[in-house]
């Protein structure tokens, strides 16, 4: 694998896999700076293949098909990307298409895709997984662009005008930091000349600095959402955590597997699904972004057992804070997680992608033989240590159900 440069700065990843049928190639553009309003950078992302400058919707779609490509578009709350995979003696065509859809989209379809997506999101909420967690967000990521939920978009969609998502459009192409990862059956000496010819002539911002705050809770928050048609009462808890880029990422990495994201053999699984027979949904996640991580656990449960769900939550979390993990227990994680990653790595698409989103995250292309070592070397101290530090945070507790369940605990728990 090599790290390469176009003249105007972009950083290329190259993964020759000889012999493969497919090429694969991840364009990163990293934001500099948050929405100004939440949905524009959503609307803008929805765009890209609803028509350029000399395709249409149709045609996009038709070139897409008829050629086996796979070609679209991603936002997150860091990073706006573009992801195409095509056979190997189609690559250079599928290039200039995704340049065409890149720099060259005409934002026509404005008006229609507000329309849209508005109706989307309306049909999401009306999940009540999907509006609990909507409210979980929005309320550990109160006022801050991290908490641009569904909700929040709804509220402010219809004054986002097209002028907004143009700006937003080039800012984004001319103050991003960009990389570009490939994989595949290529030479070093054609590619660079092919991306020369599709993208050396947009900027690349050397001096890129996200400009997304960082963010503390001070205090508790509990949040309460009567539905009163839900068959299941939805509980998420949770806290801010350390990032990627942090040392202790790779410790939380495992405490999060022994607690809830190892599946069948984890703690929350055992202890309040199969011991307590609480739930047939349970799992603790872990999601770095840029600026902190968020740390959180679920469980769909009857109403009737949303306190012993809430106290089951804290058993696990005492006892991890409390006692060092055995062992076996922290062996088996380990080979959980690096077991895990090695599916990462398993097809061009997947090594494309992973890769330069490590490059993009600040953490090197070459990240993932670092973080296994640092798997390798995690004690049981030092999760115990991260254990007591961060679940002793302020934190975020959200439930959804019916009245007629909420209303009883509803002392208990605020």
Not at 300 to 312: F, L, M, Y
Not at 395 to 401: F, M, R, S, Y
Request: aromatic share 10%.
């Amino acid at each position: 694998m090599n790290k390469l440069k176009l003249k105007n700065g972009i950083t290329v990843i190259l993964q020759e896999n000889k012999n493969t049928p497919r090429t694969a190639i991840t364009f990163y553009l990293c934001l500099d700076k948050p929405e100004e309003k939440p949905g524009v950078y959503s609307i803008l992302n929805r765009l890209f293949l609803q028509g350029t400058e000399k395709r249409t919707a149709e045609e996009i779609a038709n070139e897409i098909e008829e050629n086996a490509i796979e070609l679209y578009s991603e936002i997150k709350t860091d990073y706006l990307r573009f992801k195409g995979l095509c056979l190997n003696e189609d690559f250079d065509y599928m290039l200039e298409l995704m340049e065409d859809i890149m720099l060259h989209t005409t934002l026509n379809s404005f008006d229609k895709e507000i329309i849209k997506m508005k109706g989307e999101i309306q049909a999401e909420l009306e999940s009540p997984k999907a509006k609990a967690y909507d409210m979980f967000y929005g309320t550990i990521f109160e006022n801050h662009p991290y908490g641009n939920t569904y909700t929040k978009i709804l509220a402010n969609i219809d004054n986002i005008d097209r002028a907004e998502v143009e700006e937003a459009y080039k800012n984004i192409l001319t103050n991003s930091k960009k990389i570009i990862s490939i994989a595949g059956d290529v030479e070093e000496a054609k590619v660079i000349k092919v991306l020369e010819s599709h993208f050396g002539g947009i900027v690349n911002n050397e001096q890129y600095n996200n400009q997304t705050p960082s963010i503390e809770i001070k205090e508790d928050k509990v949040k309460l959402i009567e539905k009163d048609d839900a068959k299941q009462a939805q509980i998420i808890e949770g806290w801010i955590f350390p990032t990627y880029t942090d040392k202790e990422y790779a410790a939380i990495m495992l405490m999060n597997s022994i607690l809830g994201s190892a599946g069948l053999s984890s703690r929350l699984f055992l202890e309040l699904r199969e011991k307590k027979g609480l739930a047939y949904t349970v799992r603790s996640s872990y999601e770095p972004k840029a600026k902190c991580a968020l740390f959180s656990i679920y469980i769909g449960t009857e109403p009737k057992n949303i306190k012993t769900a809430i106290d089951g939550f804290k058993e696990e979390i005492d006892k991890i804070k409390n006692i060092p993990v055995g062992e076996k227990e922290l062996t088996d994680a380990k080979n959980n997680v690096t077991g895990k990653r090695g599916f990462y790595f398993e097809t061009n698409a997947l090594v494309s992608s992973i890769t330069g989103l490590y490059e993009a995250q600040g953490l090197g292309y070459n990240y993932e033989e670092k973080f296994v070592k640092s798997i390798k070397e995690v004690t049981a101290e030092d999760i115990q240590k991260c254990a007591k530090e961060y679940f002793s945070h302020a934190k975020v507790l959200t439930v959804l159900a019916p009245s007629t369940s909420i209303k009883p605990i509803k002392n208990n728990i605020l």
